[in-house]
């Protein structure tokens, strides 16, 4: 059944460097119930791709089932690979998948979740030993689970030994139903004991309409019970999305807060934000076990989060009870009489009465199968929803923006990512209510001069990032003389900086905690760090300069104190490592890109000191022979990625140098023919991998010989991977 903890236990395994080093393609794939297998198989082609670090090629866009099916075979004939499949319901969608996989004698393995055992047995042609049953856990697991997740250790409050117990039994030894529930009794008074009766008295009564609610769907409402008002808002709305949905946090946060779910908004104190308060809500909810982490970025930093199957069933009913949120998909005949929250899936275009859109606060669209025209778009927006609040419209093929749009005084988050629109028209100053506006990755370039109107605009998202065969490439928007008028801006991502009085406006954006300027020229360099000294509340900065050859002109007397920066991203050629970015001591990932430094001690001497770097990549960045991480530098560096660095010969680890390293990458330094010198002293390193590396190097550690002494040098470490293109294909072997 659900809940046993069949995800969880699969993907400790495939996440296992000893497991991953045995295969040479790795993918994950969540089937679910509304099994869609052209959608399966482009998702596993954007993985093998992204795994190789290459574009998805352009054909495959428009090929049919049967062609898609061939093209996954052949990129994985021959290769050894691990494919989980995790959350199968039918027979049929293991079949389907089965037909795509070849079965070449490479000792390729795929794995299945399931809660149907004739989806287990007929996955198993081989044997039934290859079945694993997951059982609850004993006694003595689900009570040093249930107190490890309560108290933080394993010990109970003698006060509260007889009813957590009692409580305990109600959980069945289902781990998901331990950990909820323990969730929810870590916020109660340990000295209450009649706070911890409540929540037993809670497991009785309650059912749905097809009787009695099973035991861990009976945890996870009275988990859901307990919540505040304001975190039920937040976790109902997330019944928009479909099954096993990726949510990106950086999407959702501004939805909760556009839409009013946080408690409080008005007189925060002490620098605290809106969206500071949303990510605490997050959080809480995580804390509650209610949401699961998905991806999180080196700093530690959330990327996306999901839901549990049963908890979701939960929240989607919920919603209905309460008309909080209606999902339209192919399918969907009717309306209730008030739509609140519409989530658009596999759209059809085949439009309904819209009469009861009138209460409609937001609109969401997720996959469609027909394209979201501007016709349709018009027409349904003639709804007359006056009181829409969020309109996202990420990846809808329009090609402008349809005039209705202009009359939602009320939006506050517009999402056009991803859509054809080239232009955005001065209609834009009527939305006066607009706190974010997101333009990434559509073909707008320039913006009128009517958006310094919205003066309660918080986030603009502009531009874009290349693809894979350019990877560093990215374009911003030019923007208006003005633009420091939108003083609550707090986040301006891709600005093109087309003149010394927009470098110079920016400065006057005083609540920005994310900024990525572009096209930024050599005599901008003194402007643009008089404007960062008066950034003090930045968290992300990302500077690119106006072409490659062009130099990043950083280095002036004027010194900006950016004590809160935690991500730095420099594109350009630096004449050395500006001194203020050695005194950044929140900094936690920092790239450079292009820098072209010549110093080796400028670049690793200086950066080295940075207390709390996890993450350092350095892409073109050193146009030395030799890099040598000095004696305790780089104490909690966690990533290391060094790329086309063209003229480095030789790396050398000296003794307590980088003793958190986990993960190792060289790629594309072709003159490096030894492996890293000093690299056993890397005791803690998880993986190595060598990309696009010279042939000698390639053939050497291909072809170690056990005895030999650089054979000794790397192997304490789980995963060591040699990836090489050849004839158009990537080769790729786990040593």
């Known amino acids: 059944m659900g809940g046993l903890g069949k995800t969880t236990l699969v993907k400790k395994v495939y996440d296992d460097a000893a497991v991953k080093k045995q295969f040479q393609s790795h993918a994950w794939i969540t089937v679910s119930q509304n099994f869609q297998f052209r959608d399966i198989i482009k998702n596993l082609i954007q993985q093998l791709y992204n795994e190789i670090r290459q574009p998805v090629p352009p054909e495959v866009e428009s090929m049919n089932d049967i062609m898609l099916s061939e093209f996954v075979r052949d990129f994985l004939q021959e290769r050894r690979y691990i494919l989980v499949l995790d959350d199968v319901w039918s027979i049929d969608a293991w079949e ?6 070849p079965d070449c004698n490479t000792a390729s393995r795929v794995v299945l979740t399931t809660r149907i055992a004739d989806v287990a047995s007929a996955s198993c042609l081989g044997s039934l030993d290859f079945i694993y049953k997951m059982e609850p856990l004993s006694d003595t697991e689900s009570w040093t689970l249930f107190c490890n997740r309560t108290f933080q250790c394993n010990y109970c409050p003698p006060n509260l030994e007889e009813v957590a117990k009692k409580i305990l039994k109600k959980c069945d030894g289902l781990p998901l139903a331990i950990v909820a529930i323990g969730g929810v009794l870590a916020l109660k008074d340990k000295e209450k004991t009649d706070e911890w009766e409540m929540i037993l008295h809670g497991f009785g009564g309650e059912a749905d309409g097809s009787g009695k609610l099973d035991r861990i769907k009976r945890v996870l409402l009275l988990s859901y019970n307990d919540l505040p008002f304001y975190l039920k808002s937040c976790l109902l709305y997330l019944s928009i999305y479909p099954e096993d949905y990726s949510i990106d946090v950086d999407h959702i946060l501004p939805k909760w807060i556009a839409l009013g779910f946080l408690e409080e908004k008005e007189g925060m104190k002490g620098g605290i934000t809106s969206t500071d308060i949303a ?6 909810l995580i804390n509650r076990s209610l949401i699961q982490v998905k991806s999180t970025w080196d700093d530690g930093r959330l990327i996306t989060c999901g839901l549990h199957d049963f908890l979701r069933e939960i929240i989607v009913s919920k919603s209905k009870e309460q008309d909080f949120t209606t999902v339209a998909t192919r399918y969907y005949t009717r309306w209730p009489e008030k739509v609140r929250h519409l989530a658009i899936h596999n759209f059809t275009d085949n439009p309904q009465e819209f009469s009861s859109l009138k209460c409609l606060r937001s609109v969401v669209i997720f996959g469609y199968e027909d394209p979201l025209t501007a016709t349709f778009l018009s027409k349904f927006l003639s709804g007359d929803p006056k009181l829409l609040k969020v309109l996202d419209l990420d990846g809808a093929e329009l090609d402008n923006i349809p005039k209705q749009v202009f009359k939602l005084f009320h939006l506050r988050y517009l999402n056009l990512s991803g859509t054809g629109v ?6 834009i100053g009527k939305l006066q209510n607009l706190e974010v506006i997101d333009l990434t990755r559509t073909n707008v370039t320039e913006l009128p001069v009517e958006i310094l109107k919205l003066r309660k605009l918080r986030s603009l998202w502009l531009g874009g990032w290349g693809d894979y065969s350019n990877e ?18 707090e986040e301006l991502y891709g600005i093109e900086a087309d003149s010394d009085r927009i470098v110079m406006e920016v400065g006057k954006l005083t609540q920005l905690r994310g900024l990525a300027i572009t096209k930024l020229r050599r005599e901008d360099g003194k402007e ?3 404007s960062l000294l008066k ?12 072409e490659e050859d062009e130099t990043l002109d950083l280095q002036h007397s004027v010194f900006p104190k950016l004590g809160f920066l935690t991500l730095l991203i420099l594109k350009g050629r630096l004449e050395r490592v500006p001194q203020w970015v050695t005194s950044l001591h929140s900094l936690r990932m920092l790239r450079l890109e292009n820098s072209r430094l010549r110093d080796d001690e400028n670049v690793v001497g200086s950066l080295g000191h940075l207390p709390n770097l996890v993450s350092l990549t350095l892409h073109r960045a050193y146009e030395g022979e030799t890099l040598c991480f000095k004696v305790g530098g780089f104490q909690k560096l966690q990533r290391l990625e060094l790329g086309q660095l063209k003229r480095l010969k030789w790396v050398r680890v000296e003794e307590e140098s980088m003793p958190s390293l986990r993960k190792l990458r060289l790629g594309d330094c072709k003159l490096m023919q030894e492996l890293p010198s000093g690299i056993q ?9 060598f990309f696009e ?3 000698e190097l390639v053939h050497k550690v291909r072809n170690l010989d056990k005895q030999s002494e650089d054979y000794q040098t790397i192997s304490h470490i789980p995963e060591v991977f040699i990836g090489h293109w050849i004839d158009g294909q990537w080769e790729g072997k786990f040593l």
């Not at 509340?537 to 990302?542: G, Q, S």
Request: charged content about 15%; overall charge positive; some cysteine.
């Open 422 to 427: 080239k232009i955005i028209p001065k209609s």
């Open 279 to 284: 990510m605490s809500y997050m959080k809480e």
């Open 472 to 489: 560093y490439a990215n374009w911003g928007c030019k923007c208006p003389l003005g633009i420091g008028k939108l003083i609550c801006l």
């Open 528 to 530: 643009l760090l008089s």
């Open 535 to 546: 950034l003090s509340n930045l968290r992300d900065l990302i500077i690119s300069c106006i």
């Open 681 to 689: 002293n890397l005791t803690g390193l998880e993986s190595l991998g």
């Open 693 to 695: 590396m010279s042939d």
């Open 96 to 101: 389907a998948i089965k037909c795509v996989l």
